[in-house]
């Protein structure tokens, strides 16, 4: 099982540009999140999916939008990037049973200049 | 504000040595705590402690939370340098939305 994949692992943008961060995750999961992590700050919730077709806001979702694609995968889009968003971006899910632990991807590491 | 704060945020040790993490929390509708551990990547899930006193343990790894006085604490013993890394700690809340409210993190170093 390869879990939780996000893509691209890096990116550099310019301000003003777009660009979408793709999640994917095979192990028939229900609810998604999309975190990002600065130095210092912890990880902070952008958005989440609690289940398919349905999407909620985080603690800092502004700058953000997401698509709960169907029940595998999982979007995060910036419209018009800012060096303010230049961070590292972890996707989870988790089954919305049992331990009900988060399994995260590998991150993606993402410059704004 | 739903917040989690972990100390110390650094920490250099020796191999061998014990050391212990901390965190403490303030978080409406409470529902656990969970250790991570975030070595180059992705966070790994360590713990999740729902009862007051009840510690639990995986090999050097132990962890116990007091929900009386909103901490928990993760103690690793016989510190190794495969320990290096950063401990995350979060706090579960609201049953419906499970969402995780994450402390800042403690940097370990274990030198040989």
């Known amino acids: 099982n390869a879990g939780v994949t996000q893509t691209p692992k890096f990116q550099v943008l310019k301000t003003g540009q777009s660009m979408t961060l793709q999640c994917a995750q095979d192990?028939?999961?229900?609810?998604m999140y999309w975190y990002r992590q600065d130095p210092g700050m912890g990880l902070r919730l952008i958005y989440y999916?609690?289940?398919?077709?349905?999407?909620d806001k985080g603690e800092v979702p502004n700058g953000y939008n997401v698509s709960r694609l169907n029940k595998r995968e999982f979007s995060l889009r910036l419209e018009s990037a800012a060096p303010s968003q230049t961070s590292v971006y972890f996707c989870?899910?988790?089954?919305?049973?049992?331990?009900?632990?988060?399994?995260f991807g590998a991150g993606s590491r993402l410059t704004v200049l | 504000e739903d917040k989690v704060v972990q100390s110390p945020l650094s920490l250099v040790v020796h191999e061998g040595d014990t050391v212990t993490l901390n965190c403490s929390y303030e978080v409406t509708n409470f529902r656990s705590l969970l250790w991570y551990k975030q070595e180059k990547k992705a966070p790994t899930f360590l713990f999740m402690l729902?009862?007051?006193?009840i510690e639990k343990k995986s090999g050097r790894l132990s962890s116990i939370l007091d929900k009386k006085e909103l901490f928990s604490i993760l103690n690793i013993t016989a510190t190794q340098t495969g320990d290096s890394a950063v401990y995350l700690c979060a706090a579960k809340t609201e049953q419906g939305a499970q969402k995780l409210v994450f402390g800042q993190g403690t940097r370990l170093t274990i030198n040989p």
């Open positions: 192990m028939n999961h229900n609810s």
């Open positions: 999916s609690a289940s398919e077709g349905t999407t």
């Open positions: 729902t009862s007051s006193g």
């Open positions: 989870a899910s988790r089954t919305g049973t049992g331990a009900n632990v988060l399994t």
